[in-house]
């Protein structure tokens, strides 16, 4: 099985900065995407980022610019870098694994709250 650790959120200005973490752990081979993605409380799972192995990372719109999502280079743990924070960035963090037969993990999530 594959474990999923999450660090790095927490309680920033706007305009400020923070890196979210990933790792994974235990069965760790054959990842063919790692992603970020953001939820708000009543809301559905809203894509953030994510990474192809040795591909192109791809961003939503509303963060492009702004957040850089890089790996390690075992293609195990996954970065998220996020500069400019709004308001509207507040949610709850999660980090996914993807694997070409369909298989997805999700790391526990962390919270990022982006004060005015």
């Known amino acids: 099985q594959v474990q999923l650790v999450e660090s790095g959120g927490g309680l920033v200005l706007a305009g400020g900065s923070l890196r979210l973490s990933c790792a994974a752990s235990g069965m760790v081979s054959s990842f063919n995407v790692l992603a970020w993605y953001r939820q708000t409380p009543g809301n559905q799972r809203d894509f953030v980022a994510q990474?192809?192995?040795?591909?192109?990372?791809y961003y939503a719109d509303s963060v492009k610019g702004r957040f850089t999502v890089s790996t390690n280079y075992e293609f195990t743990s996954v970065y998220l870098q996020m500069d400019s924070l709004k308001v509207e960035d507040t949610a709850t963090y999660y980090c996914?694994?993807?694997?070409?037969?369909?298989?997805?993990?999700w790391g526990q999530g962390t919270q990022v709250t982006v004060s005015s």
């Open positions: 990474i192809p192995y040795q591909g192109t990372a």
């Open positions: 996914g694994f993807f694997r070409l037969n369909g298989e997805t993990y």
